[in-house]
């Protein structure tokens, strides 16, 4: 258990469906991040939110948006996505931003069809 | 700019068998650098870390040393088990910009009892 929860853990969607991702940390950090695994590509960040406040953005289409309403809780809505959307999408958390050591969630796999 | 490239997977060894997952790496300034792994249905762990040239990092019988003259940091264990079946990646950290950790693409291992 590393104190970081996502939920949920699979999703399938069309591409028409809005949805959210959701994670948790109970770990009083302050930095929150959002992950695209995709196979055999490395990790993408994609938002970073310390303090509440998104730090940085890495050139990620509109269709994703993050929501950061506290420290403890970060979503990912989805809107309209693609069929290479589709991978697995991690949570992390770090004491403070630029703090080396992640923690990690499970991730939630997507499936968009 | 900055990137780490590692071993193509799956890797697949015997029990008790040694392993190299070999990482390495692109950096501008003196980076730190990473291991991580991500076992069955489980988000990313933090298993090993160096931060300066020929320190060498440990965790659970794993290894890696930052070789700075051949810009590596291949991961090592002299005798794997079947619970070591994860993926594995190399990553980097700019000390300069610490708020971005570079991650590979990931090594998956799987061990035969």
């Known amino acids: 258990e590393t104190g970081v929860t996502q939920t949920p853990r699979h999703l399938v969607m069309g591409m028409t469906n809005k949805k959210s991702l959701k994670c948790e940390q109970h770990l009083g950090h302050n930095a929150m991040y959002w992950y695209k695994q995709s196979a055999k590509k490395p990790l993408e960040l994609m938002f970073v939110y310390s303090l509440e406040e998104r730090v940085e953005n890495n050139s990620v289409p509109s269709r994703f948006s993050p929501e950061c309403p506290n420290s403890s809780h970060l979503f990912l809505h989805l809107h309209t996505l693609q069929p290479e959307d589709s991978a697995l999408y991690l949570c992390?958390?770090?004491?403070?931003?630029?703090?080396?050591?992640?923690?990690f969630g499970s991730g939630t796999q997507l499936s968009v069809l | 700019g900055d990137s780490v490239t590692q071993m193509e997977g799956p890797v697949t060894l015997s029990e008790e068998a040694f392993l190299t997952i070999n990482c390495t790496y692109t950096a501008t300034g003196y980076p730190s650098l990473f291991w991580y792994v991500q076992y069955p249905g489980e988000g990313l762990q933090l298993l090993l870390k160096a931060t300066k040239a020929d320190d060498k990092g440990s965790n659970k019988g794993f290894e890696a040393t930052y070789r700075k003259e051949t810009t590596s940091f291949h991961l090592e264990k002299g005798s794997v088990q079947v619970s070591d079946s994860a993926v594995y990646f190399c990553a980097l950290s700019e000390k300069s910009s610490a708020s971005k950790i570079i991650f590979g693409s990931g090594t998956r291992l799987s061990i035969r009892p």
């Open positions: 992390a958390s770090s004491q403070d931003w630029g703090e080396e050591k992640l923690f």
